[in-house]
């Protein structure tokens, strides 16, 4: 997991809610990345930032909002809009936006009740 | 449709056999394709990168090869153990995607003692 904390590690959401995860870095990485994990499925972009104050929709990024105030955080909201929220949700970050190598954190399980 | 795709099924391997694990891809001009080792409830790890122009990468007991023609990658572990149950992931980068990473769905890998 390296210097990348998500938190919480389980989140449960109500209908109607959003909710908020949290995803912050230490590695001074310019990058960063919100990924969807679905059983049976490969990971799923929702957002990826490269820079302080810009980020660009990945494949699924309907139902979600980010933001990128600092470089060492990027937090991700689960808006009512999305309907199908429950997924394991993944932080990633790069030392660039076109260098190889991603990096983890440990992840969010959320549930919808 | 462009796919990414892994064998879905668990792989059981006895304890000292090499372990192979399939990842093929349809329909992308392939940069550079990675393996990554999940763990349950955790995020994934980074093990080891190929570019299109090379044949076979190596780490300790790790070995993959990329064969663009056939549009697959194997990854081998050799001497496998039991602690190398864990899930691996392939994940393709392409000019296709902008070099965003296409995820397959992982192989859950058992070793058994």
């Known amino acids: 997991d390296g210097g990348i904390t998500q938190s919480p590690k389980y989140l449960f959401r109500k209908e109607g809610q959003n909710v908020t995860l949290s995803c912050e870095q230490n590695?001074?990485?310019?990058?960063m990345y919100w990924y969807r994990q679905d059983p049976g499925q490969g990971l799923r972009l929702i957002y990826y930032?490269?820079?302080?104050?810009?980020?660009q929709k990945g494949d699924i990024a309907e139902g979600y909002s980010v933001s990128r105030e600092k470089k060492e955080s990027f937090p991700l909201t689960v808006t009512s809009a999305q309907k199908n929220p429950t997924a394991f949700y993944l932080c990633a970050t790069t030392e660039g936006l076109r260098t190889d190598t991603q990096y983890f954190g440990p992840g969010t399980r959320l549930t919808v009740l | 449709s462009q796919k990414i795709e892994q064998n879905s099924e668990a792989l059981n391997i006895q304890e000292g056999k090499t372990a192979t694990l399939t990842c093929n891809y349809t329909?992308?001009?392939?940069?550079?394709l990675q393996w990554y080792r999940q763990d349950p409830g955790r995020g994934p790890v980074f093990l080891l990168l190929i570019r299109e122009n090379e044949k076979e990468k190596r780490k300790e007991r790790l070995k993959v090869t990329f064969d663009t023609t056939l549009k697959q990658s194997l990854f081998h572990i050799t001497a496998s153990q039991p602690a190398d149950s864990a899930t691996y992931l392939c994940a393709l980068g392409t000019m296709d995607s902008n070099y965003q990473l296409i995820w397959g769905a992982g192989t859950k890998l058992i070793i058994k003692p």
């Open positions: 590695l001074n990485h310019d990058a």
């Open positions: 329909n992308y001009s392939p940069a550079y």
């Open positions: 930032s490269q820079i302080v104050n810009d980020f």
